[in-house]
């Protein structure tokens, strides 16, 4: 990797630790990161320019000497990543930046998603019975959100695009958060939605702090229904249990959620008990009937 990093980039690393899809780099008091390059490369760059027009700050992409943002490695793609202001917690401080829209309707992805996830637990799981037993119940999940979120999708009114982020962690830490590689364009509540769900099961939110960010982004009706559509896709679970299937993650681990399941329903019946009188929410007879 050392002489691959001095060829295409000049420069030699004080320290480099190596994992299997990424390295941290130390050179004097920058740390840089090198990590396989799995996003569209077009929307990276158009990601680059709007942060950039805008005044965004986000960690920066080094061009290689070929004037080119990836690097063969391995015979993968890959980044270099120098970092900036990793030690900070963000939480809620998002960006807000309005891009173009686009027919973007995640509720077919997840639809894919449900079919993979289907096929690993057929292939993959034999032994891990919390997985197995566990697997049913966030399938409905996704599916009550599928339903909701094309019921959403179809109604009328505006919805917005703007970068979002794969994913976001509680605390939502800059070193995440600031990282072009986690960044794509989707819907503005996606954010919302998935800080929402990590600060639940690491910490604890009410609805209170969602109708601060319905007053806060000035949402619409329209975008509140897909917030709650997503609000039921269960992120949490299926990318542990991913962990858990091809990276080998303890499957106990799983009960930190499975332990939440019971109040996590109670907040979501919370969500439309508190919005219902206001706005036309899909109402999940099973969560209605279990709290």
């Given at each position: ?73 391995n015979n993968d793609k890959y980044i270099l990543i120098l970092l900036k202001n990793v030690d900070i917690i963000l939480n809620d401080d998002f960006f807000y930046i309005e891009v173009p829209s686009s027919d973007n309707n ?186």
């Amino acid at each position: 990797m050392r002489n691959v990093l001095n060829y295409y980039y000049n420069l030699s690393f004080d320290e480099i630790k190596e994992y299997s899809e990424y390295a941290i780099l130390r050179k004097d008091a920058n740390i840089y990161i090198f990590k396989k390059f799995i996003q569209n490369e077009e929307e990276t760059k158009e990601i680059a320019n709007i942060l950039l027009q805008n005044n965004i700050p986000a960690h920066l992409i080094v061009i290689n000497n070929k004037g080119e943002m990836l690097t063969d490695y391995n015979n993968d793609k890959y980044i270099l990543i120098l970092l900036k202001n990793v030690d900070i917690i963000l939480n809620d401080d998002f960006f807000y930046i309005e891009v173009p829209s686009s027919d973007n309707n995640m509720a077919k992805m997840w639809e894919r998603k449900i079919d993979y996830y289907s096929r690993q637990v057929r292939e993959l799981a034999l032994g891990k019975d919390l997985l197995i037993n566990s697997f049913n119940y966030y399938v409905g999940m996704a599916e009550n959100a599928i339903a909701m979120y094309n019921q959403a999708w179809a109604s009328p009114g505006d919805v917005k695009f703007s970068i979002s982020h794969r994913r976001i962690g509680y605390p939502n830490y800059a070193i995440n958060y600031l990282d072009i590689t986690n960044m794509l364009i989707d819907v503005r509540i996606r954010d919302i939605s998935e800080y929402i769900k990590a600060k639940f099961f690491t910490d604890d939110v009410n609805v209170d702090e969602i109708d601060g960010f319905i007053t806060r982004f000035n949402l619409s009706e329209k975008e509140i229904k897909l917030l709650y559509a997503r609000l039921f896709y269960p992120t949490y679970y299926f990318d542990l249990f991913e962990s858990i299937i091809l990276e080998e993650r303890d499957e106990q681990e799983i009960l930190s959620l499975l332990n939440k399941r019971v109040s996590y329903e109670q907040f979501l019946d919370n969500i439309f008990n508190y919005f219902k009188e206001v706005y036309p929410l899909y109402e999940v007879e099973w969560i209605k009937k279990r709290t």
